[in-house]
């Protein structure tokens, strides 16, 4: 953990010319409503519609003097912010997505000038392809999660919450796998080591949860889910596996009703679009609100990329 809290201070500064200090907005009244005052981490207003950018943009900024091109592999968000950042250091990246990715997601990777490899399965298995066929074309390959830098630019977010407010009991942030809990939370561990990591999860896909119980990564049954950016399995031997048993305090499930409904009231309650990450994050303190009443928390809005039927169908299954 010490080692990644030099990461994400060398991070901080770097990125800074490509990747924007997301505003930290009090929302009067989700606070007034769930008894906490609450504030929005609003990472889904980052160019490339996700906290993904911080990662890419620190893997790709160290990669780009030695090299022409980057491998990756994406449910999407990542994939976008590679290219993006790949685009903006001039050098080519080719992205490896699984045939359930959002068709939205890849038509954005595409029109920021990357390759597309479409593969079979789950997410984890085009981690697994993408990782082999860079290291035999011997090109470097940016994980999601699975690296100290990915998270070391990831975990600036943790940095900027702490600029933007000192008196954070709790921060809530989607897990998938566990590159931006892990990288927020070593910063909380390390500045603030009152405020909670709490880790919230579909129920529908639960990996880095049930692993954190059985004390090993483990591999779970999934089924689809409004947070399909967080969607997947863990990587065997992933970094971010022991630094999130360390930093995370409280973890919690919620439902896909739960997180249509908080998509729904984000958007009632501060006229702001997300995706079922984002929405999940603002589930998980819905849930536990009573746990939180009258103390300060923060909920992470990782991004706002979700296709307009999703995003609508997710309106109207929250309603009510």
């Known amino acids: 953990m010490t080692a ?45 519609g996700s906290f993904k950018l911080r990662g890419a943009t620190n893997m790709v900024r160290l990669l780009a003097p030695d090299h022409a091109e980057v491998f990756t592999a994406s449910t999407g968000n990542h994939g976008r912010a590679v290219a993006h950042a790949a685009a903006a250091f001039g050098i080519g990246a080719t992205v490896y997505v699984n045939d359930s990715a959002p068709q939205m997601k890849l038509d954005a990777i595409r029109a920021l000038g990357a390759r597309l490899v479409t593969v079979e399965g789950n997410s984890l298995n085009g981690e697994l392809q993408a990782r082999a066929e860079a290291e035999r074309r011997g090109v470097p390959y940016i994980p999601p999660y699975n690296d100290y830098d990915t998270m070391g630019g990831q975990g600036t977010m943790g940095l900027e919450l702490i600029e933007q407010a000192d ?13 931006l809990t892990g990288g927020v939370g070593t910063v909380f561990k390390a500045l603030s080591p009152g405020t909670r990591i709490v880790a919230v999860s579909p129920a529908a896909s639960t990996c880095m949860l049930d692993s954190l119980e059985a004390g ?30 360390q930093v995370i305090d409280e973890t919690v499930r919620v439902s896909e009703l739960e997180i249509a409904r908080a998509m729904r009231r984000l958007a009632e309650s501060d006229r702001w679009m997300v995706e079922g990450a984002a929405g999940a994050a603002l589930a998980g303190l819905v849930q536990v609100a009573e746990r939180y009443r009258g103390k300060t928390v923060a909920v992470v809005l990782c991004g706002r990329n979700v296709a307009l039927d999703t995003y609508l169908g997710a309106l109207e299954m929250g309603r009510g």
Do not use: W
């Open 216 to 245: 090993e990564i483990v591999e779970t049954p999934e089924s689809p889910t409004l947070s399909d950016g967080s969607a997947g399995a863990i990587e065997p031997g992933s970094v971010t596996f022991e630094i999130c048993r």
């Open 4 to 48: 990644l809290i030099d990461r994400i201070r060398d991070a901080h500064v770097a990125i800074r010319p490509h990747v924007m200090v997301s505003p930290l907005q009090r929302s009067d009244a989700l606070s007034e409503a769930l008894g906490c005052d609450v504030r929005l981490k609003c990472d889904h207003v980052q160019p490339t």
């Open 167 to 179: 008196d954070l009991d709790a921060v809530f942030i989607c897990t998938g796998g566990g590159g």
